[in-house]
T-cell receptor, first 116, second 113 residues
């Protein structure tokens, strides 16, 4: 089956640090990649949608200057949390989708971000 | 705006019982619905995907049904085992993968040995 690799799986860093999370589709070319955020005991909330070579589309309430998304190729998208603060601590998870073959989204294993 | 609700929020049952998890959604114009499993601190494992034209899907001890017109889905787990303990998430897809999924908050399931 389709595999999506997400790195790192765990990040602990000081307030003010910028953190980059990578999402790679290993065995297929992803037309679109999605970034979700999950706070404890809450549902996954879509943050943004990114298509290769174009600017990401952010959901209402998500600061695009805070959460920088780069979708440089059909197999790689990155999310950078800039100048992270404790309130940014959350579980971030990506998914990848291809328009070929009527496939569902395939999810990475997530990144646990803890800002001290 | 699509909203997804899962009931109950938490459930604890003895091993061996059959159980039903419920999911409801407000906009019936969905493309498909998926049930996922999430273990603590981990990512998502897709369990079952039901297309909007389907009524149910089965995989092993799991059976998911979909009543699109009433905006409901159920996940039936037969002969529950301690290894089934996890959070079960329901998610709806409006555009066949081209758009983000809308998730419920999940049902936290504990199967007592």
């Amino acid at each position: 089956g389709a595999v999506v690799s997400q790195h790192p799986s765990r990040v602990i860093c000081k307030s003010g640090t910028s953190v980059k999370i990578e999402c790679r589709s290993l065995d297929f070319q992803a037309t679109t990649m999605f970034w979700y955020r999950q706070f404890p005991k809450q549902s996954l909330m879509l943050m943004a949608t990114s298509n290769e070579g174009s600017k990401a589309t952010y959901e209402q309430g998500v600061e695009k200057d805070k959460f920088l998304i780069n979708h440089a190729s059909l197999t790689l998208s990155t999310l950078t949390v800039t100048s992270a603060h404790p309130e940014d601590s959350s579980f971030y998870i990506c998914s990848a989708w291809t328009e070929r073959g009527n496939q569902p989204q395939h999810f990475g294993d997530g990144t646990r971000l803890s800002i001290l | 705006k699509q909203e997804v609700t899962q009931i109950p929020a938490a459930l604890s049952v003895p091993e061996g019982e059959n159980l039903v998890l419920n999911c409801s959604f407000t906009d019936s114009a969905i493309y498909n619905l998926q049930w996922f499993r999430q273990d603590p601190g981990k990512g998502l494992t897709s369990l079952l995907l039901i297309q909007s034209s389907q009524r149910e899907q089965t995989s092993g001890r799991l059976n998911a049904s979909l009543d699109k017109s009433s905006g409901r889905s159920t996940l039936y787990i037969a002969a529950s085992q301690p290894g089934d303990s996890a959070t079960y998430l329901c998610a709806v897809d409006l555009w066949g993968g081209a758009d983000g999924l809308t998730f419920g908050k999940g049902t936290h399931l504990i199967i007592q040995p």
